[in-house]
Each structure stands twice: as structure tokens, then as C-alpha cells.
């Protein structure tokens, strides 16, 4: 048959009245350096005006299926939330992401005021019940934020 057999897919290397240059099509038939495809009745085509539809592989087909490592943060991001990296040497680090999938982000952690501390710890505090020597420790943590 030549260099195509029948299934084969095949992209068109030149221009063509019927048929669009990078256009892939499957070959229907061929003998003596001419090809057939599927659509394309009734018309033989020079075998030498196609090449072999490169196929990606496998692992590139299912990493475009694959969500980004970063895909919640960058999510986050575009709802403007702050985005810190953690650099080996200094720590955390506010920045504007490059999303490189070999460098650890997060989200910038909030700072919160004594009060809202203080709030919080109240909220806390009633949501359980502390044992009688637990009071101790509680005035003792109270006093340290309100100083």
C-alpha cells in the first residue's frame, strides 16, 4: 500500500481546493503512492503531500487532563487573595506567583489584632466546659492578652 495503510491518520502538508493544510484525515485506501481518505470520495491524493497525525504521548495526554498542582491556590489568587512562597532561606514571603510546580505556596495567614484574639478565645471558652484546675492557666492566658 505504501507508506500509509487504511486507519492510518494523516495531516496535509501543502495547500489543497479541498483540503486545509494541518488538517488531519484518515486514510480510506491506497496503492502506488496514492492515498484515499474518509469524506473524500471519488478523489486520490499523492501520498507524498501527507505525513503520519504525530500522536502525543500518553503522559502528555493525562497530565492535560490533570489539574495543577496549584489549581486551589491559583483559584484563590484570582479572587485576590494574598499568596506567600516559602523561600529556603527566608521563610514565608509575600509574591506574585509564578505557579512553577516545584515551588511550595499558601495563602497568607492572617494577623490577628489582640482583640480579635481576645474575641475569639472568649468564643472558645464557651464552647467548653474546663475543669476546675483548667481556671488557672485561662485567667493566666486572659491576662497575657489583654497586657
Known sequence: MGKFKVGDEVTRLRPHIRLVVGQSYKVSSG????ITLFGCYNKSFDSSLFELTKI???VEVMQANKPHIHCDL???WADGVQIQYNDPDQGWEDCDPEWDVNTEY???SKELSKEDLLKWFKELLEDIEPEPEDFRYIGTIVKLLKS
Open 106 to 108: 499558601r495563602v497568607k
Open 74 to 76: 491559583i483559584k484563590q
Open 56 to 58: 502525543k504521548p500518553i
Open 31 to 34: 496503492a502506488n503512492g496514492w
